[in-house]
């Protein structure tokens, strides 16, 4: 008896469900099986090591071959049975569709869009931030699988969030180096896997480095040159890229557009050689920003012809271009002897080198780890509940007056939803962002919990006119609550768009204040944005009782702001960045690159560890619908830093206890502070606390140290009524240390004020001398 699966119409529809359950499984990149003329060449044997792999496939490409390996849109190379590639893909909250790699579509029509950056990392939780990366990179494989995605991710961003008005701020995770690098680590990590040398996808930190201007009062990024000095590079714009590549171990890093101190980043040899390279050990392949080559010959005008500016980037250590000017003018720059094809063999080395940790010349995808994912591990529902619950996490609680939150379903029936953000889906993704699996907006999410009556107010964020003003005012006249959905969208901040000021744009203050002013119950603020806004106004007027910051939540935005409204879920996030007052930008050019103020100019200094003037909300900022406390059950009270003697010039042993000794000096391996702490919630509700540890270095360190900086942090959740011990590890040389003038890195000897919440701890930090100490 024949079977029923000998039958062409079950055996076709059998075929359609694994197609459409895997996704049409793509070609092997290279290294085909079924292709007898490369299978048994010795780059395509895994057995071998990598480095012998490498070696063998470059030595079999002709000089125009590696040329047009050099660019984001690298050619095939039919005859070794090598495929095109498409470098340039996205990934900075989610697949993303914004580089040319990526395509929705077919069986892929969208993918879980996660919290903007900023949100995300207001979040302080490290363990979610690795955990977004693993089920990114699960929908970047599957889509890779299924032919329309590459897998090489040039995310995440990590710059500095050094200036408010940046429009690329929301894509970082905010002003803190730690908070940046920690975020670039454990985002990385989750992205790339754990499983030793091989990558899941390979991650690229950028733009490295000092770069945070887009478009400010006539100065874009493509001329910019970033006056930074070295104590600034070392201590602050240099962390999250250095601990992304050491801690993170990322595969990549990008530099940037802008000039620093007058060389183009990706032209600089010290920056890129010298630091990601040799001294950061970066184990990877390094990537222009797009056209980052093109505009340093023709916007910058650093070289004389484009054969020298391919010849400075190759040379300064940049692998991969993406754009077309290394294919198109190296090869002349080959002939004219300023670049060697050693040196190309070198950057081709480093882009092959992370396509074969990758498993692209391995053969059959399927076959491979991470083979069988497809359409089914895209939008999964658990996927799809993390980004609710990260917008949940990001959110912060800004005002609680009263308390008037959470709202209750019981006595607020009915709740006006008024605002240009009331009923937004697209903008809730920010910028960077691909095409989500499903929107839930702030109306929709309010609605589950509340009969609604929606008024836009204005037409948009702009907010040109009043002239919606009036039904916004008989809205809330009539519900038992009104919530305002206010702030920025991509047309106030993004890329190529630097803010002109703090305040909300048009009349929207005005609306808020009227609005307050009419309602019968109580008015919530509602802010999405991803850079600080002055809401001073909002927060000294009794009439509205509350105000929360979204940031730009995802795509389940609206759900989480309604869990969050109505006490379904118990606001933890804390702000990443300072909220500062409009006046702060009076005496501030966006172009001033110092973060220490000088005082004699009234240049003010920026970020929370260099500014010391008033805010709306200072960094770390926010608010809960429980109380914790804070006690510190054990800390030491001294440690000692055992340090090599090095005799220079006349002893100086006689007393170094008012010195800052220098990190390379010191024996640091893993000298560490342990503190533990318990934190209690003495609230009735269940609630999640970030714990932030702040250390403020002994006085007397002149111009070197900030008044105060951030040097661990760790979120724990406690049930209402109970206690939980958290145990925190403070790496004294890498946490403790500052930067002196000349960019050199010292522990100050003396006592150290450790501050987490309202408890203060002091520590002693004594030199242990083995000979002399060179200062």
Excluded at 100 to 108: A, L, S
Excluded at 213 to 237: C, P, Y
Excluded at 404 to 421: C, D, M
Aim: charged share 20%.
């Amino acid at each position: 008896m024949a079977s029923i699966f000998s039958s062409p119409f079950i055996i076709s529809v059998i075929l359609l469900f694994v197609v459409l359950l895997l996704g049409e499984a793509r070609d092997p990149f290279a290294c085909d099986p079924k292709d007898t003329a490369t299978k048994n060449l010795p780059f395509c044997k895994v057995s071998l090591p990598i480095r012998v792999r490498v070696k063998d496939l470059i030595g079999r490409l002709t000089l125009q071959e590696k040329v047009t390996l050099l660019v984001n849109n690298a050619a095939a190379v039919p005859r070794l049975g090598i495929k095109g590639y498409e470098w340039w893909s996205e990934a900075l909250h989610g697949v993303s569709n914004v580089g040319p790699g990526t395509k929705f579509g077919g069986p892929f029509p969208g993918a879980t869009s996660f919290p903007q950056v900023i949100t995300t990392a207001a979040s302080f939780n490290a363990s979610l931030w690795e955990e977004i990366g693993r089920v990114v990179s699960d929908e970047a494989r599957a889509m890779y699988n299924g032919g329309t995605a590459g897998l090489t991710y040039w995310s995440p961003n990590v710059n500095i969030f050094r200036d408010p008005r940046w429009g690329r701020g929301q894509e970082t995770p905010g002003e803190d180096p730690i908070l940046a690098g920690t975020y670039a680590a454990r985002y990385v990590r989750g992205l790339q896997g754990t499983d030793g040398n091989r990558l899941k996808v390979a991650a690229s930190c950028k733009h490295f480095t000092a770069y945070d201007l887009d478009n400010w009062n006539g100065m874009d990024r493509f001329h910019f040159n970033a006056k930074v000095s070295k104590q600034d590079i070392e201590d602050t714009f240099d962390v999250p890229f250095r601990m992304c590549v050491k801690e993170g171990k990322v595969a990549s890093v990008m530099c940037s557009y802008n000039q620093v101190n007058g060389v183009p980043t990706c032209a600089d040899p010290n920056l890129l050689k010298g630091t990601v390279r040799a001294q950061w050990g970066l184990n990877g392949y390094i990537v222009s920003d797009c056209d980052s080559v093109g505009v340093f010959y023709t916007n910058q005008h650093y070289t004389s012809t484009p054969e020298e500016a391919a010849a400075d980037a190759i040379k300064a250590g940049l692998d991969l271009d993406c754009g077309p000017f290394l294919a198109v003018h190296t090869v002349n720059a080959l002939k004219k002897g300023l670049v060697t094809e050693g040196e190309v063999n070198g950057a081709l080395t480093n882009t092959v080198t992370v396509q074969m940790r990758l498993g692209m010349f391995d053969g059959e995808a399927s076959a491979q780890p991470y083979g069988r994912l497809g359409p089914k591990d895209v939008c999964r529902a658990g996927h799809k509940e993390l980004a609710v619950e990260a917008a949940r996490q990001g959110i912060v609680l800004l005002k609680n007056r009263g308390p008037s939150l959470p709202l209750s379903r019981r006595r607020h029936g009915t709740v006006a939803v008024i605002g240009p953000n009331s009923n937004v889906t697209v903008t809730m993704i920010g910028n960077y962002a691909g095409i989500a699996c499903e929107y839930t907006s702030p109306l929709q999410g309010i609605a589950r919990y509340a009969k609604t009556i929606h008024e836009l107010g204005c037409a948009n964020v702009a907010c040109s006119n009043d002239k919606q003003f009036g039904s916004a005012l008989n809205a809330a006249r009539q519900a038992d609550a009104t919530v305002l959905v206010m702030g920025l969208d991509q047309s106030i901040e993004a890329e190529t768009v630097d803010r002109v000021g703090l305040l909300l744009p048009g009349h929207q203050q005005e609306l808020v204040s009227k609005v307050a002013a009419a309602s019968r119950g109580p008015t919530i603020l509602v802010l999405m944005s991803g850079g600080a806004v002055d809401v001073t106004f909002a927060k000294n007027d009794p009439k509205i009782a509350g105000i929360l910051w979204a940031g730009y939540p995802g795509q389940a935005g609206g759900a989480a702001i309604a869990d969050i409204l109505f006490g379904t879920a118990n606001p933890g996030g804390k702000l990443p960045m300072t909220w500062y007052p409009q006046e702060y930008l009076k005496t501030l050019p966006m172009t001033d690159m110092a973060m220490r103020p000088r005082r004699t100019k009234g240049y003010p200094g920026r970020t929370y560890r260099f500014y010391n003037g008033p805010v709306v909300y200072p960094f770390g900022y926010g608010l809960s619908y429980t109380h914790f406390l804070h006690t510190l059950a054990s800390a030491p009270k001294t440690i000692s830093i055992p340090v090599d003697g090095h005799r220079h010039g006349r002893n100086t042993t006689t007393d170094i206890s008012n010195k800052a000794i220098r990190v390379t000096h010191a024996r640091c391996g893993k000298l560490s502070v342990s503190l533990h702490i318990d934190v209690k919630n003495v609230g009735s509700k269940d609630g999640s606390h970030t714990l932030l540890v702040f250390s403020a270095p002994p006085s007397g360190n002149g111009h070197w140290a900030p008044h105060k900086q951030l040097v661990a942090f760790e979120k724990v959740h406690v049930a209402a009524k109970s206690q939980q011990r958290v145990k925190i590890n403070i790496h004294v040389c890498k946490l403790l240390s500052v930067v002196d003038r000349s960019g050199t890195r010292r522990i100050p000897m003396g006592v150290h004020n450790l501050h987490i919440g309202d408890v203060k701890h002091s520590l002693s930090v004594q030199a242990q001398t083995l000979g002399i100490i060179k200062s």
